[in-house]
């Protein structure tokens, strides 16, 4: 974990409440897909916890949904605006797991941390196929972006009558990896014909383990969401205690 300064490149708005922000700066510390990062923004107390979506060498992209007074505040900052980012933290997704053609599972904002770990899978010879679920046609994201890094994607649409749970029985895969509500990942776990990985979306505290704010029982005795996780495996997890 390191706090780095990183400078506004893009911060648009790409779906209902939800924008792409794009920094520039150094990313020397984020070394796995499904890692996140924790943002100091002036007037508020807590950081702001965000799923990587995408990374370079020297930039960092962020897909996030304005649901509060600071997702709002950060929807509105301009392009040069500087921003104290803690990155690095968390496990992220393992792809030695993968097999040869994993399944990528988003609900909502859970879709953007399937980007780079697409990338990751497809340099490596994976061929991944991807399933996202949103509420209506205003909320699709990542669609181009999974597609244009290798993936098959079918969408779904709770305003069309279908949810991710819906159209599991009929896909095919090697391993899983999911983000998203959990009530998407707690259906989803009675359906899966594999193993695989769920990446939890958690309130929390300082971020990086300290404060034990976001700990959870699992198989394997308590871990704590931002520190071992916010990746568990499907093995590991208690269902009646997330």
């Known amino acids: 974990m390191t706090s780095t300064i990183f400078k506004i490149l893009e911060n648009e708005k790409i779906a209902s409440k939800t924008y792409r922000m794009v920094l520039g700066g150094d990313t020397g510390e984020i070394k796995n897909p499904g890692q996140f990062v924790n943002i100091r923004l002036e007037g508020f107390y807590l950081r702001r916890p965000i799923s990587v979506c995408d990374y370079s060498e020297k930039t960092l992209t962020l897909i996030y949904k304005t649901v509060g007074n600071g997702t709002e505040f950060m929807s509105t900052l301009p392009e040069g605006y ?6 690095g933290l968390g496990n992220g997704f393992n792809t030695e797991l993968s097999g040869e053609t994993p399944l990528l599972v988003g609900g909502g904002v859970g879709a953007p941390p399937m980007v780079n ?5 497809v340099a490596e010879g994976k061929k991944p196929s991807a399933l996202l679920g949103f ?3 205003d909320d699709v994201i990542c669609v181009d972006e999974l597609a244009s890094a290798g993936a098959s994607v079918l ?20 391993y899983f990896y999911a983000c998203g509500p959990m009530g998407m990942l707690k259906a989803m776990s009675g359906l899966m014909k594999t193993p695989g990985e769920y990446s939890f979306e958690q309130r929390m505290g300082c971020g990086f383990g300290a404060c034990m704010g976001c700990s959870c029982k699992t198989k394997n005795g308590f871990k704590r969401i931002c520190r071992e996780g916010p990746v568990l495996s499907s093995e590991e997890i208690i269902w009646e205690e997330m």
Do not use: Q
């Open 82 to 87: 500087e921003l104290d980012i803690l990155t």
């Open 155 to 174: 969408t779904v649409l709770e305003s069309e009558g279908t949810v991710v749970t819906d159209a599991l029985p009929f896909l095919s895969y090697s």
């Open 117 to 121: 770990l697409c990338k990751k899978l």
């Open 135 to 137: 509420k209506t046609k």
